[in-house]
């Protein structure tokens, strides 16, 4: 790390020995955002610790971005200065900017209500992969779909019942049982917050691709080497385009439409390892 600066030293060594870690892929995007911000802006040295507090305040008004990405820039500024007296203002810049975030993202829902493709036409796409023989495609639209899964975890194996209970390495494995499968998420983005997830899954048309697949990796490259994490998305093909937070509103604004949807959107907040509804609302939108 001597190739970082002294205040991004100290906040990677507060965040790997606090009580409850970070995860390496966020603690990835910190260093990722500072060195971005660092060398966009010129800067050296211990420049966010060295700097006034009004100047970081015209930095981030002055950032032509989307108010989630000076947000994003703005945590980084907090949590290098916490431990100044003037600490407040920031926070208070914050608080501020937030605010108009979740009016920003009201906007964008809306713009995506009529963009997106409906929930029912994913569904017909999701039922011609399997049609089509497409097994690992129907897999992975069908699991990020169902679950409001992030692409990390489906980066997955495919493992018999019988073989899972000999391994000990914690991955992401979809376990073939009789049948149905249960899908064991042991890492994902909030993995450090929600823990491991085990989603059993009651559908006979993934047992049946399971079992056509065959124990192994589901996705690999063209090498038949596994994929990185942050490489994911380009081996990930969901429907017309769409991402998996495309496919996470989807079905969020399926739910919406369907009488007393707080259990179902409880439900899928859980197979996410997501925030819980009220918090959600921040970033999707829900009525």
Request: hydrophobic share 35%.
């Amino acid at each position: 790390m001597d190739m970082y600066s002294n205040e991004l030293n100290a906040l990677i060594a507060v965040k790997q020995n606090q009580p409850r870690p970070i995860a390496p892929t966020t603690l990835k995007k910190y260093i990722q955002t500072y060195t971005h911000i660092t060398s966009t802006l010129n800067k050296s040295d211990d420049w966010i610790t060295d700097a006034s507090t009004d100047n970081l305040v015209k930095i981030i008004n002055n950032l032509d971005m989307k108010y989630a990405g000076k947000l994003l820039y703005l945590n980084l500024f907090i949590m290098i200065r916490a431990d100044t007296l003037d600490i407040q203002t920031l926070i208070d810049l914050r608080t501020k900017l937030t605010k108009k975030r979740e009016i920003e993202t009201k906007d964008y829902i809306q713009h995506k209500k009529e963009t997106l493709p409906s929930y029912n036409e994913v569904v017909k796409h999701i039922d011609k992969l399997y049609k089509s023989h497409k097994y690992t495609d129907y897999l992975v639209n069908y699991l990020i779909f169902t679950y409001g899964l992030r692409n990390r975890d489906i980066n997955l194996s495919i493992i018999t019942n019988e073989n899972y209970k000999k391994i000990d390495v914690a991955r992401n494995y979809l376990v073939i049982r009789k049948t149905d499968c249960i899908l064991v998420v042991n890492e994902y983005k909030t993995a450090n917050t929600y823990g491991l997830k085990n989603i059993i899954v009651r559908s006979r048309r993934v047992l049946d691709c399971a079992n056509k697949l065959k124990e192994g990796l589901l996705l690999v490259n063209k090498l038949n080497e596994p994929i990185n994490d942050s490489n994911l998305s380009y081996y990930i093909n969901l429907y017309n385009g769409c991402n998996e937070s495309d496919y996470f509103k989807i079905h969020l604004l399926h739910i919406q439409s369907k009488p007393n949807p707080l259990k179902n959107l409880a439900k899928i907040c859980i197979t996410r390892g997501s925030q819980n509804i009220n918090v959600l609302n921040t970033h999707y939108n829900i009525s």
